[in-house]
């Protein structure tokens, strides 16, 4: 749980310098009173995925035009050069990287603090074993609802079973681990979300309760004609304050 504190600390004062980044694109002269250095990178690797998630456009896309492994260990020596110290790996789903240990690796073995997304489907004992062998430090695992909701949410079936094994394993394996789960009228309906709080809180995880934002890739289908409302329902903040003293926002 320190390790957690420690995360929620890192983006409290992630949001801070943006807040204040934002706040310079209208009042620049505060760049002259408060310096700026990158902390942070994320690096997208791949589109692909091996989930359908309806809440998600990255799997229709079936694009192989990524980024180089070299390509990858350029831009981790550059940010490092410019001052990041954390490295968070995502996609599509990063697993899916034939390069991904060596990528963790080398990021780690430049100072990093590396973390990564991921839906954790193709996390099995011998995968988590390996990543922390590599240097991952923290990894944000998706999980929206309990056992075959989680399934259906994500298109893919056997999902929940895959990532709660990844966590377990990933656990074992000293690996920080976070479940982050998605609002959504279907997470709502029946108190499926209070559901999976309760369920991680007796495994010992924390879950992060998200948003969903609207977005060319997550979302995407809002941006297709076929797209049906009834399938998403957004929410403000207000709309979720009460939903339970162990959500996190």
Not at 83 to 92: A, E, I, Q, R
Request: proline content about 2%; hydrophobic content about 40%; overall charge neutral.
């Amino acid at each position: 749980m320190e390790r957690v504190r420690e995360m929620t600390k890192m983006d409290y004062d992630k949001y801070i310098r943006l807040l204040l980044l934002n706040i310079a694109r209208y009042y620049p002269k505060i760049l002259s009173i408060v310096k700026f250095k990158p902390n942070s990178i994320e690096i997208a690797l791949t589109n692909r995925c091996c989930c359908k998630c309806i809440m998600c456009n990255y799997w229709k896309l079936g694009s192989n035009d990524e980024l180089t492994t070299q390509e990858v260990k350029d831009i981790l020596n550059q940010a490092k050069e410019l001052g990041c110290k954390n490295c968070t790996l995502y996609g599509g789903e990063p697993m899916l990287r034939k390069d991904i240990f060596e990528l963790v690796r080398y990021a780690n073995e430049l100072g990093y603090h590396v973390g990564m997304d991921s839906n954790g489907y193709l996390i099995d004992a011998n995968a988590a074993k390996k990543l922390a062998e590599s240097g991952l430090e923290s990894i944000a695992i998706s999980i929206d609802a309990v056992g075959e909701i989680h399934d259906e949410l994500r298109g893919l079936k056997g999902c929940f079973d895959n990532a709660i094994t990844a966590i377990q394993e990933l656990r074992k394996n000293n690996v920080t681990v976070v479940v982050h789960s998605l609002l959504m009228s279907k997470t709502l309906e029946n108190e499926n979300i209070l559901k999976l709080i309760k369920f991680m809180e007796n495994l010992g995880f924390p879950v992060f309760i998200q948003l969903l934002t609207l977005t060319p890739h997550h979302l995407g289908n809002k941006f297709n004609s076929s797209f049906s409302s009834s399938s998403l329902t957004f929410f403000g903040t207000s709309d979720i304050s009460s939903l339970s003293p162990y959500s996190t926002l």
